[in-house]
């Protein structure tokens, strides 16, 4: 349709199962007939139908020939092999090239939904792009005219955080990457890009090689995987026809064949609710492409008015053309089938639906050659004549030089013959590469052991190759290392390999970071055939030994999720989340998925570690799984979700952040550290910090209450202990329950009733948290504070007052309930709910801070930071023997509860011993102290722990302090007291425990009796 609108072809194809989904249990979601593809809900079984050109069928149905490829397993078998798609989509674009049109292709999908598989495919398995580039060389081999030459070149490209990288340069690139330009007849295009003359399908195979090598080591230095840049993949195709009287016109195509990174990075759902609203570079390109291609659609729809931001990412500036410009355009959206992945899968069906309404325009680029001479001709002068004028001192003319110079070269290409410039292309390559040197490069491996880099993005691993000669090998940041590598957490000198010629071992340098099969490597050792090492935070190698141990495809397991599933192992993550889907139900399913989220946080957070330990943030994340059930009054199974605990080291103050925050934030610490490792001045402002957050109240742990005892207006007064997220004990909270009769005042133990007695009549009943002991919370860092909330259905929370600094806290918190008139309902409601109470940590603003953790640099500093310091600790002195004073009192208590234990104890042996008979026996468990006193004890003696612990702390600092203060009389004389003030206090603890500890064991002595 010369001149007319062309829409946006749009392909789905949907590829087989992967591991993971297998692990888990798959169920396919995805369906097609025709052109149609079915996508249903695994939550309700719902449909939602699309149409598009193509629908592709790639999820099963298929065989592997002799050959390796996947081709249909039958006649009647839909599957739809790569050779398929290229007839259907590649064919053409290269008919359109061959007419003059430009063409585009691009592949949009999440991260391992098969783009790479379809762009550029595997192994034999080969993709659009490799069998268009053969397709084109075999039809110029047959199409050779004598007027007629025709000439392909080749351009290779990575968008990274908004950076272009020529792929097709060897070694480091300015860190700014090449700029992008716009000039009235070309649009936007990238200055400096190599273009290559290429003339055979083998040379391009060869720069696509390079250019991969290229992109994967950029992707270990810069720790950028390939699923979160995008690579644009340019072939242009010219054919120079000369007509009779000796005129020639140029007839051109440019194909741009675009591999995107993985859409789940296109949303930046992360940054809502985040106070760092803007999103990170990083998928600045991916949301433009978004918005652009909504923006044409709604154009296509009609819309007027409507604003396209091409302008607004390298990207979109790049595909402007292919995108409502003058090109015929191809979008494949690749699907994952799996259940577990029905959000996204989903959103790219969306997405290719939107896309298929764009309306391109396309024109056949053909103009007389000689036009395009004197174009360029009279463009120079132009220049000239503005350089001539504004002379050598205008702001802009370091610009028109540039340009000129642009020019020239242009001209210069023009002029030579297509053969000089494929030869000058094939020395630079020689020189660059070394054709030989690079053959023996390949033999290298085969003969030694070598490492080979595994990487996120199948298409990437094993591309490096790394041998380990006989001798020493180094790995290390230092250029003079044996293998120069740059990333996350290597150091200058890393790693030192030997290899004796029998056997290789691997040894840490400085005590690196080295995991080796998921274990950290302390000292030297040996490695075997397939070993999975991994340096610093994120770079990847599999050990391949020596050539006898090596069978034909013994690598293939180990890909990149064996490498996290086992580094995750070693760390004793629970992999007891993996639950067996033994049947179909939504709950294996969620909780599949939190495990896979918690699998793939695990690189991400280490990552954002050893960003943090780079740029000196002192902060430290850690992954944890939290259960919605603490806060739910029925003490339902909750929903599970991965949250991240962020702490900041030195001030002690904690975060929690969702995933989505967490990535959101992780992206922009990315953005951060490349800033740094390219020089920059990292600016000191919090406003854009990704680490930083103002504090915020934590919720450390929950109890349930059952409220059904009420129902015979029987009191509850127990210690209850608190559980966090994930099940373990934050503190222990005393909780009263009473019934009250109609003045308020608390009914005695003789009114117990039966609950229907209750109906008709008012009633109400008194909450009380009076305090609660061993508050973990506290006795870590002092400078905190904490609160608890009682939690009623349909009821406003009710707060207690913070107390700060105390692992033991008197809330004194009182609380009535009314009910008018007692109904079923609300006995129902009685028996069968519970009475939630939470306790919540604060933690102070560093401003209002008077607290400051124990450094030792005080020491040595001047004498008015260890007065200060000396403030501090006297403060805390007091505050612990507030804390004495109160574990004493509890002591008193618990002693008391003992006697009366014991009490209790003796009249059963009496009895007994008189033949009468008792109450059932106690629970063997129960055995002289019930469950709660045993409880109430042992958080007495963690705290008296933690206690002693301060002190000796405190007293290491007092002595420290004394001996680095030589030269001032008053400070030394200030410092003795403190040390006998805290001796003091340790002794009376001392005493306090050992006698506690004594009436403990003289209790169960006697109740074992
Ligand atoms: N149609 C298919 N048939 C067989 N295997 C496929 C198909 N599509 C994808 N795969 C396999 O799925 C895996 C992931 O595919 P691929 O690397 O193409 O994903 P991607 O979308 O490019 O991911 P990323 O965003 O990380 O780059 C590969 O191992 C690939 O071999
Ligand atoms: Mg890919």
């Known amino acids: 349709m010369p001149g007319g609108a062309d829409s946006v072809k749009v392909a789905v194809r949907v590829r087989p199962f992967n591991q993971r989904e297998k692990n888990a249990g798959s169920g396919c979601i995805i369906s097609m007939k025709g052109d149609s593809t079915t996508i249903k809900n695994p939550e309700n079984s719902s449909t939602k139908i699309f149409s598009f050109d193509y629908s592709y069928w790639s999820h099963d149905g298929c065989r592997e020939n002799e050959d390796g490829v996947f081709i249909p397993n039958s006649e009647s078998s839909n599957y739809t092999d790569q050779r398929r798609v290229f007839q259907d989509l590649g064919q053409g674009v290269l008919d359109n090239a061959w007419q003059g049109y430009n063409a585009a292709l691009f592949a949009y999908g999440q991260t391992g939904s098969g783009k790479s598989y379809s762009m550029i495919g595997y192994g034999p398995n080969k993709g659009i792009v490799p069998i268009t580039c053969e397709e084109l060389f075999k039809a110029i081999e047959t199409n050779k005219e004598n007027q007629k030459q025709l000439q392909v070149s080749f351009s290779m490209l990575e968008i990274y955080n908004e950076r272009v990288k020529d792929l097709l340069v060897k070694g480091k690139q300015s860190s700014e990457g090449l700029k992008i330009r716009q000039n009235p007849q070309a649009g936007f295009y990238v200055d400096g890009l190599k273009n290559v003359p290429v003339s055979s399908y083998k040379e391009i195979e060869k720069l696509m090689e390079q250019g991969t090598v290229n992109r994967t080591t950029a992707s270990t230095n810069m720790n950028a995987t390939s699923s979160r840049s995008h690579m644009v993949i340019t072939i242009r195709f010219n054919q120079v026809i000369r007509n009779a009287g000796g005129e020639s016109n140029t007839r051109s195509s440019d194909i741009n064949l675009v591999d995107l990174a993985g859409s789940e ?56 053309s292919a995108l409502g410009g003058n090109s015929r355009t191809i979008m494949i959206a690749a699907l994952s089938p799996a259940d577990i992945n029905y959000d996204e899968t989903l959103s790219t069906l969306r997405y290719a639906d939107r896309a298929k309404k764009i309306q391109n325009k396309a024109i056949v680029n053909e103009s007389p050659t000689d036009r395009l001479i004197r174009e360029l001709k009279e463009e120079n002068a132009r220049l000239m004549a503005a350089l001539g004028k504004g002379g050598s001192k205008t702001d802009n003319s370091g610009e028109l030089q540039r340009l000129l110079r642009e020019n020239e070269s242009k001209m210069s290409d023009i002029n030579k013959t297509w053969e000089q410039r494929l030869e000058e292309a094939r020395k630079e390559w020689e020189r660059g590469h070394g054709g030989l040197e690079h053959e023996e490069e390949q033999a290298e491996w085969r003969t030694f052991p070598y490492f080979t880099n595994i990487n996120e993005d199948t298409q990437l691993s094993g591309v490096v190759k790394l041998s380990l000669h006989v001798g ?16 996350l957490g290597i150091q200058e000198k890393h790693a030192l390999i030997t290899n004796s010629g029998s056997r290789v071992t691997l040894e840490p340098v400085n005590e690196s970071k080295i995991y080796v099969n998921g274990v950290k490597l302390k000292s030297k050792e040996e490695l075997h055939h397939l070993s999975r090492i991994k340096f610093g935070s ?17 690598e293939k397991v180990y890909d990149y999720d064996f490498f996290m599933a086992e580094l995750a192992e070693h760390r004793g993550v ?25 699998m793939d946080l695990l690189p991400q957070i280490s990552e954002a570690n050893a960003i943090s330990l780079e740029l000196d943030k002192g902060m430290n994340f850690q992954a944890e799984i939290k259960t919605q059930a603490s806060h739910d009054s029925q003490q339902q199974q909750g929903t599970k979700e991965v949250q991240i605990k962020a702490t900041n080291e030195k001030t002690k103050k904690v975060w929690v952040w969702s995933r989505e925050k967490f990535l959101h934030r992780k992206d922009l610490m990315e953005e951060m550290y490349c800033k740094y490792m390219d020089g920059e001045i990292l600016p000191k402002s919090r406003d854009k910090d990704p680490f930083w957050d103002p504090v915020e109240d934590m919720f450390l742990g929950s109890c349930h209450v059952m409220l059904q005892s009420l129902t015979y207006c029987v ?81 406003q929370p009710v707060k207690s007052q913070t107390v700060w600094g105390k692992s033991y806290c008197d809330f004194n918190l009182k609380y009535q309930v009314k009910e008018k008139k007692v109904r079923q309902e609300f006995i129902d409601y009685l028996q069968t709910h519970s009475l939630v109470v939470e306790l919540w940590g604060s933690q102070v603003n560093e401003e209002d801070q008077i607290h400051h953790t124990f450094s030792g ?66 629970a063997s468990g129960d055995i002289g102290l019930d469950a709660d006193l045993a409880q109430a004890l042992r958080v007495f003696f963690k705290d008296m722990k933690a206690v002693q612990g301060q002190i000796s702390e405190l007293k290491d600092f007092v002595k420290m302090s004394r001996n680095g203060s030589s030269d001032n009389g008053n400070l030394k004389q200030s410092l003795g007291k403190q040390e006998v003030k805290l001796q003091d206090v340790e002794n009376k603890m001392s005493g306090c425990v050992a006698s506690l500890k004594d009436s403990v064991t003289n209790t169960l002595r006697k109740a074992k009796r």
Not at 478 to 487: D, E, K, L
Not at 574 to 598: C, G, H, W
Not at 729 to 755: C, N, T
């Open 265 to 320: 990075r296109a949303d930046s759902t992360g940054a809502t609710g985040d106070r760092l609203k803007e999103g990170s570079a990083i998928n600045q390109s991916l949301s433009t492409l978004g918005n652009v291609i909504s923006a044409l659609a709604d154009i296509a729809g009609g819309k007027k008015n409507v604003l396209v931001p091409y302008r607004n990412s390298v990207l979109t500036k790049l595909l402007q």
């Open 472 to 487: 020493e090998t180094l790995f290390g940041r230092s250029t003079s290392a044996t293998y120069s590598i740059r990333g």
């Open 538 to 554: 994120s770079c990847l190698y599999l050990y391949v030994g020596q050539v006898n141990d090596r069978k034909p495809n013994d």
């Open 574 to 598: 629970a992999i007891d989340l993996q639950t067996p889907r033994v049947n179909e139900s939504m709950e294996n399913l969620k909780s599949y998925v939190v495990f896979q989220d918690f």
């Open 715 to 795: 009191e509850t007064d127990e210690h209850f202990t608190l559980h966090n997220y994930h099940g373990k004990e934050e503190a222990v909270m005393k909780v009263r329950i009473f019934p009250l009769d109609e003045k308020g005042h608390y009914l005695g133990e003789e009114s117990i009733v039966e609950p229907r007695e209750l109906l008709g009549k008012p009633f109400s009943y008194e909450i009380s948290i009076p305090e609660c002991m061993g508050v973990r919370w506290c006795s870590e860092e002092r400078s905190r504070g904490v609160y608890c909330k009682v939690l009623l259905d349909n009821q």
């Open 857 to 922: 640099n005080g020491v040595n500093g001047n004498s008015d930071d260890v007065l200060s310091q000396m403030k501090n600790k006297e403060y805390e002195i007091e505050r612990l023997n507030e804390d004495i004073n109160l574990l004493k009192k509890e002591n008193f208590n618990l002693k008391k509860k003992l006697d009366k234990q014991q009490t209790q104890l003796d009249m059963k042996k009496h009895r007994r011993a008189k033949g009468v008979s008792s109450a059932p026996p106690v």
